[in-house]
């Protein structure tokens, strides 16, 4: 809270004074400040810096009932296209004059439940979430807060309120037809354990469904440590991968930074890719684009996620018709890796 040196907090009635206008002056000013004239507002925007005064916003959500501020819950921050996804829907939430509140869940539900909880009673005016698994306590919350909610990452017909991504299903796919089309035949899928993670889960089927259309035997690991977000992860089973005496001659990662540490350690022993293992991710991270060889992998429009969510719960809040759903869709990116 803003003190004044002498003790207590700065109130509107001190900048008020200090820019010679009236308190409700200040308070149009600060929020709506095409409603005061341009020198008007410096005034006040001067006192305001000058005093180090800090608006009570909790003061004005309580008069409009708006808070300005969206919460995000995303799995992790390590991963690069949950933050492209954070950027799009910041960039387009500033736009027009409301915060993102930002907390990762480290993949459990339990913790995305009780951030939930704790984000809900600080009335914010929208959420976004990711993937369509939550737990029935988060769920019934989310619908008696009565706020526009979006799902995000996935698409199915158990959203609570609106949805924006793409199926992970045909995603992966489509890459493992794409893999199985370049010739490649003991084809193997890394990932997390499927009941942890539902969108690895929706990945590892679309590649089951692939290799059954192809007549083939699917090849399943498990990373155990990390939930994929590790490139030691993908360094760690590439023994695995090669071992037995019909080792996989390429494999799919769950995304491309296991990829990225399989693509590493091959370099580092001297395993030729794809010569010996092809090796293709899901993301279309910017390291998929830098290494070397370049990674083969399915892009999916991160960034354009968050701002399409964003765009959904302007639109709601402003009483204009948002689709229910919003398929972004996916496109397979073949590079030399695989």
């Not at 350690?265 to 991710?281: D, K, N, Q, S, Y």
């Not at 060889?293 to 204009?320: F, H, K, N, S, Y």
Request: proline residues 5%; glycine residues 10%.
């Amino acid at each position: 809270m803003t003190r004044r040196m002498g003790g207590g907090a700065i109130r509107m009635q001190d900048v008020a004074r200090a820019a010679g206008v009236s308190a409700i002056t200040v308070s149009r000013a600060l929020g709506a400040p095409d409603r005061v004239s341009p020198e008007t507002r410096a005034r006040v925007e001067a006192a305001v810096r000058a005093l180090g005064y800090v608006p009570n916003l909790a003061a004005g959500t309580l008069k409009s009932q708006r808070s300005r501020i969206v919460v995000a819950i995303v799995p992790t921050l390590a991963n690069a296209i949950f933050a492209e996804t954070v950027e799009g829907m910041t960039e387009a939430l500033r736009a027009e004059g409301y915060q993102l509140l930002l907390a990762h869940s480290g993949y459990a539900p339990e913790t995305e439940e009780s951030l939930v909880t704790a984000f809900l009673g600080r009335r914010p005016d929208a959420i976004v979430l990711t993937g369509l698994h939550h737990t029935a306590a988060a769920r019934a919350q989310i619908r008696a807060a009565g706020i526009p909610v979006v799902e995000t990452w996935e698409l199915g017909g158990a959203a609570i309120d609106m949805n924006v991504g793409f199926s992970n299903r045909d995603a992966a796919r489509a890459l493992t037809t794409a893999l199985v089309a370049r010739g490649y035949r003991r084809i193997a899928f890394v990932g997390v354990d499927p009941a942890a993670e539902p969108r690895a889960r929706r990945r590892e089927q679309g590649y089951r469904d692939a290799m059954a259309e192809a007549g083939r035997r699917p090849l399943i690991h498990r990373l155990v440590e990390d939930r994929g977000i590790s490139m030691r992860s993908g360094a760690g089973m590439l023994d695995a991968l090669l071992a037995g005496p019909r080792p996989a001659d390429a494999v799919m990662f769950t995304n491309d930074y296991i990829a990225f540490g399989a693509l590493a350690e091959c370099a580092r022993r001297g395993i030729a890719v794809p010569g010996r293992l092809a090796i293709a991710g899901f993301g279309d991270f910017e390291v998929a684009r830098e290494c070397h060889p370049a990674l083969t992998t399915v892009r999916v429009p991160g960034r354009e996620m968050g701002r399409r969510a964003a765009t959904l719960i302007l639109d709601r809040l402003a009483g204009r018709p948002a689709p229910p759903r919003v398929d972004l869709g996916f496109d397979v990116v073949l590079r030399d890796s695989a």
